[in-house]
């Protein structure tokens, strides 16, 4: 496992630490939950946004296709 330090706003270090007082974890179990479930998040909304694209796919169909193409992509 890797060391990163982090610097943190006064604000977000004491909520930081109150919660992971409150979870009954360390400050390191919190801030690695916290970042994969940010990462986690955003590989989440760049592969739903694929979609968006379709429009510029060149098929002509795609307005009487987009929810075929939506689900598809939710399906992923």
């Known amino acids: 496992m890797k ?3 982090v610097k943190l706003p006064d604000e977000l ?3 930081l630490r109150h919660e992971a007082a409150r ?3 360390t400050i390191s179990e919190l801030t ?3 970042v994969e479930s940010h990462l986690a998040a955003h590989r989440g909304r760049r592969r ?3 979609a ?3 429009g510029r796919s060149g098929h002509s169909d795609v307005s009487e296709r987009i929810e075929e193409i939506l689900a598809a992509e939710v399906e992923r």
Do not use: P, W, Y
Request: charged residues 35%; proline residues 0%.
């Open 48 to 50: 739903r946004l694929l």
């Open 13 to 15: 270090d004491a909520q």
């Open 32 to 34: 690695r939950e916290a």
């Open 52 to 54: 968006a694209a379709a």
């Open 3 to 5: 060391r990163t330090s």
């Open 23 to 25: 979870r009954g974890i």
